[in-house]
């Protein structure tokens, strides 16, 4: 991983922090996207501080529920970064109640679907100059059970939170299905993985219920290093079929049928291009 640069979205906690602290230690530098500065800039000093020699760090602040921001975002880190290896689309979110971003979209599907598409196809020429470059993103086996509603994207007719975070996080493994299919051949390596239950800031956000919730789960939680596991191995291992997979616990796995669909995967993808005004590889 030595002079390899890793943009890692939603690492100023969580998988995503330890798996900055554990790429560093194997040399690569590492740029990190958080929302909030303080936490981002403290994320950073604490993964420098576990870097090898070499290694370096950058930090990058946004807000990734709007479409100015992660367009912004892209043009920050690909002025400062002349190189790009691999972008692990890891921030993510589930909200109790729908709410509506300044794009007028739904604040779930916007962050965890829509951003990672969006921030994705802004980068994608950058990394496709480091070849074979990897792209990651992390899912989550609560896909199973969803499906995409095609006719109710806005979640106007219904909303819950968990069936909502469901729905992006299968999104999220067509999205890598599609990509992996348009990018076949060309060197870049899509995959996505499930991290299983982590003891993290996840669904802290809702209220003191939800936070209640998320302690009382914690001994049957994993750690945030044990969570972070398949997404290091996803970066560093050259010896297995990544392309397009889903990965539990560093093995491929068949997520559910639903996010096998190709036609469905397509026309997703076909919905993401008109929700963000941009085209990506046909």
């Not at 936490?39 to 993964?47: D, E, F, M, S, V």
């Not at 729908?98 to 994608?124: K, M, S």
């Not at 093995?251 to 036609?263: F, G, M, N, T, V």
Request: net charge positive; aromatic share 6%; charged share 20%.
């Amino acid at each position: 991983m030595r002079d390899k640069q890793i943009l890692i979205t939603g690492a100023s906690n969580g998988i995503g922090l330890a798996a900055a602290m554990a790429l560093v230690g194997f040399g690569a530098n590492v740029a990190i996207v958080g929302r909030n500065t303080t936490r981002t800039k403290l994320a950073a000093a604490q993964i420098q501080a576990r870097a090898s020699r070499d290694a370096r760090v950058s930090a990058f602040v946004a807000d990734l529920s709007s479409q100015a921001a992660v367009t912004k975002l892209a043009t920050e880190v690909l002025s400062r970064h002349a190189r790009i290896d691999v972008l692990v689309n890891n921030a993510g979110a589930m909200y109790t109640t729908r709410q509506l971003t300044v794009d007028g979209i739904e604040l779930t599907w916007a962050v965890n679907h829509l951003a990672p598409f969006l921030l994705t196809g802004l980068i994608l020429d950058r990394l496709k100059l480091q070849a074979p470059a990897r792209i990651i993103t992390t899912a989550s086996d609560a896909h199973q059970g969803a499906a995409i509603p095609f006719d109710d994207l806005g979640a106007e007719k219904a909303y819950h939170g968990f069936a909502r975070y469901k729905q992006t996080k299968l999104a999220n493994i067509l999205f890598t299905r599609e990509l992996a299919r348009r990018l076949a051949g060309g060197g870049t390596v899509c995959s996505c993985f499930h991290p299983g239950l982590v003891a993290s800031g996840f669904n802290r956000n809702n209220g003191p219920l939800m936070s209640l919730a998320m302690t009382l789960l914690q001994p049957v939680s994993r750690s945030v290093e044990k969570g972070a596991e398949t997404l290091v191995w996803l970066t560093r291992v050259s010896n297995v079929d990544m392309n397009g997979g889903y990965f539990v616990d560093m093995e491929r796995r068949r997520p559910s049928p639903q996010a096998q669909d190709a036609q469905t995967a397509q026309r997703l993808w076909e919905i993401s291009e008109r929700q963000c005004g941009r085209h990506w590889p046909s």
